[in-house]
């Protein structure tokens, strides 16, 4: 692979000053390759939901950035990410979402593990009838685990396994919604949907963090929630966003309401917080429920935006988690044409990375100076080293 050139130094100047990503980060692969690494392998990055396997034994194959993943829930209840490979010969284990009544069968030579990735049985390893053999240490030869982390619901990966302890590495944020670190319940059915978007996944982070274009792309969100009734958030390395001060909470047919979380403070009976959390998940936090978007980069001008609605209590009323899915859905669905235009634009020759607005645009600022950090401490690594 060639290496990357791109010149980030005038993405790292203060912002009055700055210009965005240079084109080559939304559009080459060899870019895309680069921050597949420095960003997505060597962060904590988003996977998947606790709620895609809700009952022990349960797994899901994933592929992320095209690594092949296996989510389990193993026997004691602790969800866990995996290598979907065997460890003889390398064999995909797990083709689809399933139940696993008693281990994890490769189906090329019926190597099986457990639910913790432990290596339990290799028949015929030894010849005919031998189902060992000194040279085969089933001790060492468990499935590859992946370094992982639960918050919010989410399952975050480290994958490169170099990255600080989770809670270390997100300190900030996790004290800033210490009040929310409570049981979540997924909404289920409706609540979780995914849309397909032909963007880099930047550009999603990026139109995220900023309150600027609700006026514009957002007109009944912003009837009520103005642009001048939010504010920045902002935490150098680790997340930008938004919050807004003026939160309504869905109304149903005869005035009902989710119920709020339990123990929260006087400032979410009217506001919401919406963040970023470095790389790729996008989070938003109310009074009566919370979300998570976990972005699927597939490639520099394609991402999935899985899309997963929690709710203070499990019963909730389903019309209403209904209805807020559907509004969500829309209110997310209205950014589509902004993002996949952004991507269109990037294959201008002569655009510079455009300029931010001082006042408007810091979050999304803070973003581009995290990446180009990034980038720039890995490619100073990668030269030292040579």
Not at 51 to 58: H, L, N, R, T
Not at 90 to 98: A, S
Not at 182 to 190: M, R, T
Not at 221 to 247: A, K, M, P, W
Request: charge should be negative; include cysteine; charged fraction near 20%.
């Amino acid at each position: 692979m060639d290496r990357p050139v791109t010149d980030l130094s005038a993405v790292r100047r203060p912002i009055s000053d700055a210009n965005g990503l240079p084109n080559e980060h939304y559009t080459d692969q060899n870019v895309f390759n680069e921050e597949k690494q420095s960003l997505l392998f060597d962060s904590w990055s988003g996977l998947a939901v606790t709620a895609q396997v809700p009952e022990a034994g349960d797994a899901v194959p994933i592929t992320f950035l095209g690594m092949p993943l296996l989510l389990v829930r193993d026997r004691s209840g602790s969800v866990r990410v995996f290598q979907n490979i065997c460890r003889h010969r390398g064999m995909i284990l797990v083709e689809e979402p399933r139940r696993i009544e008693g281990a994890i069968r490769c189906p090329y030579h019926s190597w099986c593990y457990s639910t913790d990735g432990r290596l339990v049985s290799t028949p015929h390893v030894g010849g005919p009838g031998q189902n060992t053999h000194e040279g085969i240490d089933r001790a060492l030869l468990g499935l590859i685990e992946v370094r992982s982390h639960v918050w919010m619901g989410v399952v975050w990966i480290n994958v490169s396994g170099t990255a600080p302890e989770f809670q270390d590495a997100n300190a900030a944020l996790l004290e800033r919604w210490r009040e929310f670190d409570l049981p979540l319940f997924h909404g289920g059915g409706q609540s979780a949907f995914t849309l397909e978007v032909n963007c880099n996944w930047k550009l999603a982070v990026e139109n995220y963090c900023e309150s600027y274009h609700l006026p514009w792309v957002h007109p009944g969100l912003n009837s009520y929630s103005r642009l001048e009734d939010h504010y920045h958030i902002e935490n150098e390395g680790q997340y930008s966003g938004q919050g807004t001060l003026v939160y309504r909470q869905l109304t149903g047919d005869d005035g009902e309401t989710f119920p709020d979380f339990d123990g929260l403070s006087d400032k979410w009976d009217t506001a919401a917080e919406y963040i970023t959390a470095f790389p790729n998940v996008l989070l938003g936090v109310h009074r009566d429920h919370t979300f998570a978007i976990i972005l699927q980069p597939e490639g520099p001008e394609r991402t999935l935006e899985h899309v997963h609605l929690y709710y203070a209590q499990p019963d909730t009323d389903e019309a209403l988690r209904t209805a807020n899915a559907a509004l969500w859905k829309t209110v997310f669905a209205e950014d589509v044409f902004v993002v996949e235009g952004m991507q269109r634009g990037r294959h201008a020759v002569s655009f510079d990375g455009g300029r931010f607005s001082p006042v408007m645009d810091s979050p999304t600022h803070l973003f581009h100076d995290w990446v180009a950090a990034r980038l720039e401490s890995t490619r100073a690594a990668s030269k030292a080293a040579e």
